[in-house]
């Protein structure tokens, strides 16, 4: 089974920048998407940011123009820059892989998660 190790959650105060890495601890062939989810105590676990195989990226609205999704495919990782961080964003924050197995048939990967916290 692949894992996926998240790095790079912390304390920050508000307007400050984290920068959170996910790599897999092997290589995962046929990646539809990686992406980006945060789930608050008592909320549910939403989507962040996302981004494809074919390069589409797609932010939930309240990150758009803070926060920026990338990867190196060559090391298997996927980033999440994100910069004026605020205590709305505290949350842990869990990657996703989605892996194509077949034909319309996917499986997904996930990281353990790695806390954010912002102070205000």
């Known amino acids: 089974q692949v894992q996926l190790v998240e790095s790079g959650g912390g304390l920050v105060h508000a307007g400050g920048s984290l920068r959170l890495s996910c790599a897999a601890s092997?290589?995962?062939?046929?990646?539809?998407?990686m992406g980006w989810y945060r789930q608050a105590p008592g909320n549910e676990r939403e989507v962040v940011a996302s981004i494809t195989s074919d390069d589409s990226i797609n932010y939930t609205e309240s990150v758009k123009g803070r926060f920026t999704i990338s990867r190196d495919n060559a090391k298997n990782t996927v980033y999440l820059q994100m910069n004026s961080l605020k205590p709305e964003d505290t949350a842990v924050y869990y990657c996703?892989?989605?892996?194509?197995?077949?034909?319309?048939?996917?499986?997904?990967?996930w990281g353990q998660g790695t806390q954010v916290t912002v102070s205000s």
């Open positions: 996703r892989f989605q892996r194509r197995i077949a034909p319309g048939v996917r499986a997904d990967y």
């Open positions: 092997r290589t995962v062939f046929n990646i539809y998407a």
